[in-house]
């Protein structure tokens, strides 16, 4: 029998640090093993679950708005476009009822009824016998083109949604633009976000077909905060520093949600317009541009996040007392896109991005970016109105949008026994 003294000099030097992980983990099943009941692990809970807390964290579904706006980002996200194969209202209206229903479940969580063996499961079985919420939600949009002539909706339209055209600087991949339905999946887990999609594909074989798909990430750490640290970029810099408050819900009546006085349709109120751009980061020459270029590209300090020649990351600059660009230079990014002006206040969004990693290209440089997601009362006003102010900016140089669409989020559905898009279908 072997023992530490037998094993080679660096093989016995790595045993203690060994022993302490696996006591460690001892430990971590202890302190589990402490925590409230329903936060118990059982069996039939995914395997690896580390913290059962987690899983079952839930987000209201019913209510005026969707969650997964205004809701703090959760560590993953999916994007799944889909095109609508219903061919009349009525298997619209089946679409969105069934929509409804497994969000309604899937946001809840629990067991998926059991089925005879004979059959294909009910479930796709990867959270487990019991399907944990994991602080799911799922956000529905809907595109431009569900407004043309197959379900005579075309009247009906958010007035200002529109199909997503070319900048000066987007390469567009034809196979990541548009959609008839967009959803927005956010959870803890990236197996959560998988399984609520394969439930919704399950489920519609005759209604949706995939489009396209992205998936992404925040840092745990900054998912764990519940919006109170913000997530990092592929850049390095901190990104959603400058969002308005989503704890104040006038300010969220002003700059996301359609209201009610609104020149809208009466169905919309409550919604939000929904900008996607799938955004490439050339990562490999951003990582040999000098500190000093990259924060002036941004106008911030990339260590505190805080605008240059602030000290802490939430000091709001003046732009007033810098009219020349001394300071913060006027082609800096955040300064295009606020201005801070009285006459740009009616430019603001909510902005909600994720950062992906995939592959590497044929030239060998690594396929990463930001999955850039933002929200406003009008779509107009807001990207539209800042992606053109950002237009010919420093940071193109660096960057490459490939992909996206511009959407509806549709209003939230009020209690059970209602549906989304119920008013857009009355
Ligand atoms: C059209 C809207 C915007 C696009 C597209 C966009 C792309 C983009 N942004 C970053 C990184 C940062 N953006 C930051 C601020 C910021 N960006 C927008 C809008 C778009 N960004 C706004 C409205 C703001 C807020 C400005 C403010 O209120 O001061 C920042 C600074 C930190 C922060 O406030 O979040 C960073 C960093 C990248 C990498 C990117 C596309 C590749
Ligand atoms: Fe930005």
Redesign the pocket.
């Known amino acids: 029998m072997s023992t530490d003294k037998d094993k080679k000099p660096r093989e016995a030097a790595a045993m203690p640090s060994r022993r302490r992980w696996l006591k460690g983990l001892g430990a971590l099943g202890g302190a589990l093993a402490l925590r409230g009941a329903s936060a118990a692990p059982a069996a039939g809970d995914s395997p690896g679950t580390l913290s059962p807390d987690a899983r079952w964290q839930r987000q209201p579904f019913y209510g005026l708005h969707q969650a997964g706006i205004t809701t703090p980002q959760q560590a993953a996200m999916m994007l799944v476009a889909f095109d609508v194969l219903a061919d009349d209202k009525d298997s619209l209206r089946r679409l969105f009822r069934l929509l409804t229903d497994r969000i309604a479940f899937l946001t809840e969580g629990g067991r998926a009824p059991a089925v005879d063996e004979k059959l294909p499961p009910m479930d796709s079985g990867i959270l487990g016998e019991r399907i944990a919420p994991d602080n799911l939600t799922m956000t529905v949009a809907v595109g431009d083109s569900l407004f043309d002539q197959r379900f005579g909706l075309a009247p009906r339209k958010p007035r200002r949604l529109q199909k997503m055209t070319r900048f000066a600087n987007d390469a567009l991949d034809a196979d990541l633009c548009h959609g008839d339905l967009l959803v927005q999946i956010c959870a803890n887990g990236s197996d959560t976000l998988i399984h609520a999609l394969r439930d919704i594909i399950k489920h519609t074989p005759d209604l949706l077909g995939v489009r396209w798909k992205r998936e992404g990430f925040i840092s745990a750490g900054a998912a764990r905060s519940q919006g109170k640290e ?1 997530p990092i ?1 592929l ?1 390095g ?7 308005p408050d989503t704890r104040d819900p006038a300010l969220m009546d002003r700059v996301i949600w359609v209201g009610t006085g609104a020149d809208e349709p009466a169905w919309a109120v409550n919604g939000s317009y929904q ?1 996607v ?1 799938i ?1 490439r ?1 050339h990562v490999e020459s951003w990582d040999r541009t000098p500190l000093h270029e990259q924060q002036t590209i ?3 300090d990339k260590r505190t ?1 805080a ?1 240059l020649g602030m000290a802490r990351e939430h000091d709001v ?1 003046d732009y007033g007392q810098d009219p020349h660009g001394r300071v913060i230079p006027l082609d800096a ?3 295009l ?2 201005p ?1 002006t009285p006459a740009t206040q009616d ?3 909510l ?1 909600r ?1 994720y950062s992906y990693s995939l592959g590497v290209s044929r030239s060998g440089q690594l396929d990463m ?2 999955l ?1 997601v ?1 929200y406003q009362h009008d779509l107009a006003k807001g ?1 539209l109105t ?2 053109q102010r ?1 237009n010919g900016e420093a ?1 193109e140089e ?2 490459q ?1 490939i992909g996206g669409g511009y959407f509806f989020a549709l209003p939230g559905v009020a209690g059970p026994g209602g549906y989304l898009a119920q008013g857009l279908l009355a």
């Not at 810099?237 to 969002?243: E, P």
């Open positions: 913000t970029n850049l810099f901190k990104d959603g520093t400058g969002n900008a751009r955004i980061f941004f106008g911030r996040g605008p600059p990014h955040m300064r896109a606020n801070r430019s603001l969004m902005r991005g970016g930001l850039f933002c990207f800042v992606q950002l940071l660096y960057i949008p």
